[in-house]
Structure formats: structure tokens, C-alpha cells
């Protein structure tokens, strides 16, 4: 048996600049050549043999060379093409082999990673099909950054999301656990996976699910906020729709209990639709403690929330409107600390905010080595000397501090309470305790009108439901783990 290799790129070209007639391999293997053209990355290999020929096109980088020459050329090379009829499951060693729908759904598959073969037995029939030849990139299962806990699993999700389903899958280990597949992004391709557990999940919220993430028209999905926001009923909502995790056993548990996760190739963070206020109050090792400690935790965590929204706008709001309601020691000791500043105690507050808001910012972006010093030395440097060169008064920044550090407790909810604090700031700032009454209940309004994918974002509180508040402020671990929750419309 003879085999003949062709530089088939050139020989494209040659054809297709002459008048020859060409065959259906040829302008099938053309079209792939010209859809990545000046694409160094691309390859295809190929020849002739006595009964037919083939060529296989992939992108290097993403896809095992080695995997295409063992599994997919060394079974061609061996195989007689004259009599061959499309089976290609007996012709090649790959455990996954698709029929590409058209020419151009081949391109793309090629541009996620799978190999592209092309044969024409003896007759001048032609054959097509995709193996999946994907090289696995991306860093190692570890332990996330965000969701730390003290107890439990410390399996996170990495970017990944054939890894992702396989990390539920150890959790989850019944065929109920459904996963189904779309494609989003007009260019970027990006794969999204909605996974659920069947008959625990409501029917009505997965075929919503479905459809909104159907309807989903973008350009380029990058990360799972992406499609979050495109989830979301009101995009320029203030609170989120969506929870998020990178904890294997959290959304496990959420699966498990009723709700649908959605998982994003190149995003570690796993969605889980819908999301509930109390969510926010909850942790992983809650349901770890005792339901008494447990309990106390989760108070602790709503009145750090409400502290940090609300703390600056009381002191404010009483010291320039109503200072007679407060001790007169504890009056003496904040007009002696600020009897020399020059600002009024609302421009105070808000420097101090603004500046905090700027160190926190720095300590984000900058490397983690850098970030965090610069943060705790910028702090406490900045902060001394004002209050010692009488800028600002040590009281206006133990109550920024104290908002900062209980904004911290509850980090779903950060970015929604550093709004929430300068809004209400203004308001008490302008109408004192009245508009900081106000302010309490347009927030309350707020969190109790809204809704997430159909479900009240205040339940199982509003409405009340009797087998849900065991999980919500307060938490009974023994009743709850594992039980299937029934979301109220």
C-alpha cells in the first residue's frame, strides 16, 4: 500500500486560482482552509492511499497532536478507504465522534478544539466528521479564594466546565442530574451548561431558565456575570438574581434542595437560579454547628448588613438634627473629638468613604503581595495622620470603620451596600431622622417587591412559609439537609 502526503493548503490554492473542475472533497476541504486563513495556529494533514484519501484539520494549542496522530491518523493509515461507507466509530480509536450539522458548524467546532476529518473512498464519496481532540488547559482543583470555610469540603470549581460537571457529578451520583447544553456569543462560541436535578427542580422555573437563556443575544460571554445580567429580570437592578459560587458542595446543595445551576466555560464561579435575600445571611459551615450557634451567627450577619447600610446615616442624622436623644457623656465625648474639625460631619463621612472606597480598590487590583499592605499600611497611615493633623475626627473614622468591617460579613450584598450607605447618608443628611425612616422603609419596599425568576425575594419570610423558616434567619441543620424546597410564587 502506498501513501502519498500532500500539502493540501497549497494545493487548494492551486485549484481553486484554475479552471479544474473540483471534487467535493477538494471544495469541502477548501471552505475549511478559507475560513482560517492567516490562522498560523491551524493545520491539516492529509494523503492519499490506494483506495481513497483523507485529510484532518485542527488548531494547535488546544487540541493533543498526539491524541490526532494515535487515535485518528495511525487507525486511517491502517484501513482500506475504497469500500468505505461514513462508519467512522470503527474506523477511528475516539470515544466521541459527531456529525458536523454544515461546513461552517465544522469551523466552529474546530475553533473549540475538536479535529475535523474528511474521506473520499475510491467512488469519490465523501465523508465527514468531528472527534473531540481537545487539549484540557487551565490550572488545577484547589481551594477557592471566595466562600472560605472553617469545616467542610474545600473543593472549588476551576474554569473549566466539562471539569465542573464532573466535580457535581461526585457530589450528585444519580441519573436525575440533568445537564443540558447551549451555545452563546456570536463570536466568542462560549459554552454554557444549565444543570438541574429532575423532580426536584420546579418544571415551570427550568422551562423559564431555557428560554430566557435562549433568548440571550450577545457577542461575547466572557464570564458567568455576563450572563447573569442577561438573566435578569431588571438589568440595572440593585440587588442580584443570581447567586454565585465556587464551592463544589454549596451548589451541590442547592441542586439537590430544588434550584438550577448554570455553569460557564472560562468562569469558576457557578450561577444558581433563582437567589433569595436570606441567601446572603447563609454559609456553608452553618449547617456544620449547632442550631443554636448557627442561629446566633446568621442575626449576626442581618445586623452587620442593616449596621453597615445604616450606622454613618444614625450618627449623622443625630448629631446634626436630634443630639439631645443621645447620653450626654457619650454627646461630650463626640463634641470634644470634633470641636476643632473643619468639615461638617456629613463631608467628613463621606471623605473618609470615599477615601476607603479607594484603598479598597487599590488592595483589589494591585498584586495580592502589594495589594494587601498597601491596603492595611494606606489605612492606618492615612487615617492616623488626618485625624492627628485634625482633618477629620477619630470618631468619623471608627464608625467608617465599623460600617466597612460588617459590610465584609456579608460579601454578596458589598457592592449593593456601599450604594445603599451613600444614599442614605443624603438623605439623613438632609432630613434627618425622619429621612432616615424613610430611607428604612423605601429599603424593606425594595427587597420585599422584588422578585427572582418568579419567587419572592423575602421568602420563606414573605409570604410566610413554616417549613422554610427553618432555613432562613434561623437554621435547623438536622431538619433541613437534603430536603427539597418548594419556592412560592
Known sequence: MSIIFFPWGKIFTILRNSEIKMTEFEKYSQYVSDAFKNCDDF????????????????????TSRDFIAERIIRPILK?????????????????????????????????????????????GDLFVALANAQFTLGRSIDEPDSDVTVRGPK????????????????????????????????????????????????????????????????????????????LSEKRNGIFPDCGSSEKVDKVASKLMSGRIAIIVDGSPFVLTIPFLFIEGLQASDDYLHTPFYATFIRILRLTAFISAIFAPAILCAVINYDFEIMPPQLYGLIYDARKDIPLSFFWEITAILILFEVLREVGVRMPRT????????????????AVEAGIVSSVGVIT????????????????????????????????GIWGLIGSAVGLFIIIASKKSFGTHYLFPIIPFDKKGIMDSIFCYPKKVLGRQEHLKK
Open 43 to 62: 493545520c491539516c494533514r492529509g494523503g492519499e492511499l490506494d483506495g481513497g484519501r483523507f485529510a484532518v484539520f485542527f488548531i494547535l494549542g488546544i
Open 79 to 123: 484501513a482500506d478507504l475504497s469500500n468505505f461507507r461514513g462508519d467512522f466509530n470503527n474506523l477511528l480509536e475516539t470515544p466521541s465522534i459527531t456529525m458536523p450539522k454544515s461546513a461552517e458548524n465544522a469551523t466552529e467546532m474546530i475553533a473549540k478544539g475538536e479535529a475535523l476529518i474528511i474521506a473520499e473512498n475510491k467512488k
Open 155 to 230: 473543593t472549588g470549581f476551576v474554569e473549566n466546565s466539562e471539569r465542573n460537571t464532573t466535580l457535581l457529578r461526585q457530589y450528585i451520583r444519580t441519573p436525575d442530574l440533568k445537564i443540558r447544553r447551549f451555545t452563546l456569543g456570536n463570536v466568542s462560541s462560549t459554552t454554557l451548561l444549565m444543570c438541574y436535578v429532575e423532580g426536584r427542580a420546579d418544571e415551570k422555573l427550568v422551562k423559564e431558565t431555557a428560554s430566557r437563556i435562549s433568548k440571550i443575544n450577545a457577542n461575547v460571554i466572557t464570564d458567568s456575570a455576563n450572563v447573569a445580567m442577561l
Open 370 to 385: 502589594v495589594g494587601d499592605a498597601v491596603g492595611i499600611v494606606g489605612s492606618i497611615i492615612l487615617g492616623n495622620t
Open 400 to 431: 467608617v470603620a465599623f460600617s466597612a468591617v460588617c459590610a465584609f460579613i456579608t460579601p454578596a450584598y458589598m457592592y449593593v451596600i456601599v450604594l445603599f450607605r451613600i444614599a442614605v447618608l443624603v438623605i439623613s443628611e438632609i432630613f
